[in-house]
């Protein structure tokens, strides 16, 4: 999801006031972008039915909301509910609002397109720590620093080496799957073992948040990580299909990490 807003509400304990102000934050991001479509999206339908929900949205919304029927907000946007189950995709684009948001709900939002921004009010504050770490999300009450925009401000993957190679094979595998075909998996497997045989390590879930970060569907890059996991716990260097090429592949990443 390239160009994405994304705005954290940090600390919120499943407050009524939490939920409020992130309404009105995608409101806010409607208005400056035009905007006019917002999905309040629940974890489940029993969610909605919530006191919290009721006493943070007033029983006007709270009830056409219950009864699918959209809201209109200042902005002249159109507020609509989805479940984690009724939310099957994106037909025009739209502000998300994350609402008792799990890292199984970031996960799927990351998976969809149509996409202006996305709004996260998390189930408890460290919920949803790895979206966090893999966008850098706008803190909602802290400024942004000067300088140094938010889809730079976390680094990944520490080795240069390594996210390379991980660019290489973004380069040519398909992303529009979540699920990596048998051609795309043996290149994973190729790139990894040869970073292994020449003693690069890094943390699997670096590499999976790195790739979800750029374009891979969440599915994928579980796959991914699962595959760097094993190929990095590997107690002695692997044997290559094909060492000359491996040697090749090598001295591009090492090549495009001094340009």
Known sequence: MPNVQRVLLPDTNQSPVHILAGVKVADRLCETSGTLEVIFLVPAKASLTSGALHEALGATIHTKLVKGVPVTLPSGAQMRCETM???????????????????DMMDKIDS?????????VPWTPDAIENWNRTWSPQVLGKPTKSGKSAASANKLIADPIVEEAMKSLTSVINLGTAVLNASDDDHARRTLRILRSRNHQEPAENIKLWAIKNGWLPKAAERLETLAEKTFALRSKPKLDNPVHAEQSYQRWM???KS
């Open 112 to 120: 969809l397109q149509n996409l202006v921004a996305v709004v996260a």
């Open 85 to 103: 189950k009724t939310l099957k995709w994106v037909s025009k684009p739209s502000v998300l609002i994350a609402i008792f948001a799990g890292q």
């Open 255 to 257: 090549d495009a990490t």
